[in-house]
């Protein structure tokens, strides 16, 4: 069996080349009596040659030239991220001082990938926003370079974000001719939250407090999940309020927060019904109420994928949530069924 033509050009084995001859000078490296006297130091300057060099290097040589997906160096560059941790003695890089250098690594790649396709995602998403909300925009505007795996990723962390510095501004999205759909004013979802933060503000700094005399790194990554976490939940309300849901004559949107999400006909809702407590939990059911009992059960005849944060989704024949005016909507939905 024979590679195609484009996998063998001298382009291809100028960057093998190039790679063999950068692994085989950082190994000389990390085995000199310099290194063990900086080892920190170094070990970085080895990552930094071995990951964003040789990323570089493949971009400019091989994906630019051949039009490869940027996904491409993605897999490059985690690629040579693995070649580099087996290089490095295991005594250079403590785990507590590499993980840092891994989290501005991630991001960084993200930024320049981004950046060097940056005209194909604004000329992809001024297309899509025509038809569609600046949500659904950009995320395909991001799927046509990092593909749909790593972009619901991106957007997952994105939108917290997006909502946390720029929420306040957010106008209405809703069409014309459609039906907004709340879910918190009834619920007492933005009260429960506030609560929920103020006992994390407390009992957070309590554990920082006790971990930090014991293992401060330990310390300070709990305390920055912890601290994620509240900022997610802070996000979440603010895309609630800002970004309700809403139904149509054809269609109802959902759009729960940063939780979950989903566009469902009309005509594959076979029924609605009031309900008083959380449905009992069976395969291809999803509870979408936050802090909440749900007051409202679709079922459908026929499943509807539901997309969560961080690319996760799910298949759902019934769907149990919490809506401001229970009676409106099911008679809303009844209409049409």
Request: aromatic share 10%.
């Amino acid at each position: 069996m024979t590679f195609p033509r484009r996998f063998i050009t001298p382009r291809i084995v100028a960057f093998l080349l190039l790679t063999v001859l950068l692994i085989w000078i950082e190994m000389s490296v990390a085995r000199t009596v310099t290194f063990s006297q900086q080892p920190i130091v170094l070990s970085i300057g080895v990552l930094f040659d071995l990951v964003f060099v040789t990323t570089g290097v493949f971009y400019w040589l091989v994906a630019k030239p051949l039009r490869l997906a940027s996904s491409r160096l993605i897999f490059v560059a985690l690629l040579m991220l693995r070649v580099a941790l087996f290089i490095l003695p295991q005594t250079s890089l403590l785990p507590n001082q590499i993980w840092p250098f891994l989290v501005v690594f991630s991001e960084g790649l993200v930024l320049l990938i981004a950046g060097l396709n940056i005209r194909t995602i604004v000329r992809t998403y001024r297309n899509l926003r025509l038809t569609t909300d600046a949500e659904t925009a950009l995320r395909g505007s991001l799927t046509t370079v990092f593909g749909k795996k790593a972009t619901e990723l991106i957007i997952g962390e994105g939108l917290v974000l997006y909502y946390l510095l720029l929420g306040w501004r957010l106008r209405s999205d809703i069409p014309v001719d459609a039906q907004p759909l709340t879910t918190h004013r009834q619920s007492g979802q933005i009260a429960l939250v506030i609560g929920i933060l103020m006992v994390g503000v407390v009992e957070g700094s309590a554990v920082h407090l006790l971990l930090a005399r014991w293992h401060p790194m330990m310390a300070f990554w709990i305390t920055l999940l912890s601290g994620y976490g509240m900022l997610f939940f802070v996000a979440d309300i603010i895309a609630t309020v800002k970004r309700p849901s809403y139904i149509t004559a054809n269609q109802l949107h959902l759009r729960l927060g940063v939780r979950w999400r989903a566009t469902i006909p009309r005509s594959t809702i076979a029924t609605s019904s009031l309900i008083s407590e959380k449905p009992t939990k069976q395969i291809g059911q999803l509870n979408g109420s936050f802090l909440t009992i749900p007051n409202v059960l679709l079922t459908f005849n026929e499943p509807i994928c539901f997309l969560g944060p961080y690319g996760i989704s799910k298949e759902v024949c019934q769907f149990a949530f919490f809506v401001d005016d229970p009676v409106a909507f099911v008679r809303l939905v009844a209409e049409d069924s």
